[in-house]
């Protein structure tokens, strides 16, 4: 599980994949402006970013030590 969180996490971290997903709705017709759309993927990079920071990694390369 942690390891499908973790690719989630690095795909929702890229800008490209915001660009995609907005690609994809634009093709349905939902239309946003420039402006909308480039305020909402700083925002979700900022809660990533904010997350990145919460997260404690020493303790998960620790429980990874231990599995292996």
Not at 6 to 13: D, H, Q, S, V
Not at 20 to 39: H, M, R, T
Not at 46 to 64: M, P, W
Request: include cysteine; glycine fraction near 8%; aromatic fraction near 6%.
């Amino acid at each position: 599980m942690n390891k499908i969180l973790e690719t989630i996490m690095k795909y929702l971290g890229q800008a490209s994949t915001y660009k995609g997903l907005f690609s994809v709705l634009a093709a349905f017709g939902v239309v946003l402006k420039p402006e909308l759309a480039d305020a909402i993927i700083a925002c979700a990079l900022g809660i990533i970013g904010l997350i990145n920071v919460i997260i404690d990694e020493h303790s998960q390369s620790q429980n990874a030590e231990v599995k292996s």
